[in-house]
């Protein structure tokens, strides 16, 4: 049965390693990058250091570093478990082969997806608002934008960091997961962490809307009225 099913896990191996490669530059430009630098504005003199840092800062780049090398680990250890099991013993002593199998839909392929779609939805708000993006709370040059993916939702680029959080964050819990016997205490670690970015994040949301609402007005609130926040039908 093992035989049988080496096939089968070294071309899933295979895919998901081909997956993390050509999505690694655009998931570090989608992290670390936009199509504006940070300038600082009239109205973008009210942002803070920290929140520079977090938005154009160290943080990001940090994050976006995490995940490449958590990939890359992630890649070694899926074939260390399919082709050589005791070498893998060796890199992962604390740690199970089947957290990186390649065929697992929790541990491999889901959160591979995931990077590849908050990649795309990130990307694709850079496309589409163009020089209109910044960091900083300025009215955009172009209007306000309420097509293409904007149609369906009004911050699509924190819906993808939002994903591409999620993901990151799983691959690297299990890169700790080799080394540390108790995974939980770095899961939760992990959760308190992600809960304390999305309740920044949405402060910045609030803010922005607030922001957008006082220089468009009645346009704004009825774009808000046919749209969502983060995630179309749902929020």
Known sequence: MENESLPVNTIAAAIFTLTLISISKPVRHAVRKTPDAYKDTKDGEKETHFMRFILHGGF???VADCILLGSIFNVTATWLAVLRP?????????????LFSPTSLAFTILPALALVLGTKIRL?????????FTYTLTKPKNGLKTDGIYRYIRHPSYTG?????????FICIKVV???????????????????????FLRT?????EKFLKKE???EYVEYMDRSWRLIPWVY
Not at 177 to 199: M, N, R, S
């Open 60 to 62: 990001p780049r940090l």
């Open 86 to 98: 005791q070498q893998f013993e060796k890199v992962c002593p604390c740690s199970s082969p089947s």
């Open 124 to 132: 694709r708000a850079f496309e589409e608002l163009a020089d209109s």
């Open 161 to 169: 960091l939002y994903i591409l959080g999620l993901a990151g964050g």
């Open 177 to 199: 997961d080799c080394w540390i016997p108790y995974p939980h205490v770095f899961l939760a670690f992990g959760v308190v962490e992600f809960a304390l970015c999305i309740t």
């Open 204 to 208: 910045r949301v609030e803010t922005e």
């Open 216 to 218: 468009f007005g009645k």
